[in-house]
């Protein structure tokens, strides 16, 4: 059983920073596997806003945090990061991670087949 767990949200003033985790329980992450990173706020659609492919390591990012988010991973810990600077009030939302096997990064939800339980991101204005 696949299990993917979040870390690292909490209450931030805008312009800071925080980092998430994204820790898988067993050893998941393989050739063709894609990590994604989406957010939701409250009333609006699960957006994309970060992927990378595992085995390469090439990243996407969506308009909205370009510049200001980085996607990395740690091959030894089974992990994926989402470093997130220069933070705005319009990015208060729930982060989910989640997977998905594939040649490509994906922002479709619908195209990933685990997910995290999702940590809460609140920036304050």
């Known amino acids: 059983q696949v299990q993917l767990v979040e870390s690292g949200g909490g209450l931030v003033q805008a312009g800071g920073s925080l980092r998430l985790s994204c820790a898988a329980s067993?050893?998941?992450?393989?050739?063709?596997?894609?990590v994604g990173w989406f957010r939701q706020a409250p009333g609006k659609e699960r957006e994309f806003v970060a992927g990378?492919?595992?085995?390469?390591?090439?990243?996407a990012y969506s308009d909205s945090v370009k510049g200001r988010f980085t996607i990395s991973r740690d091959n030894a810990k089974n992990t994926v990061y989402l470093q997130m600077n220069s933070l705005k009030p319009e990015d208060t939302a729930v982060y989910y991670c989640?997977?998905?096997?594939?040649?490509?990064?994906?922002?479709?939800?619908?195209?990933?087949?685990?997910w995290g339980q999702g940590t809460q991101v609140t920036v304050s204005s």
């Open positions: 989640a997977r998905a096997n594939a040649v490509r990064i994906l922002t479709t939800p619908s195209l990933y087949d685990y």
């Open positions: 067993v050893r998941t992450f393989s050739t063709y596997t894609i």
């Open positions: 990378i492919r595992w085995s390469a390591g090439s990243t």
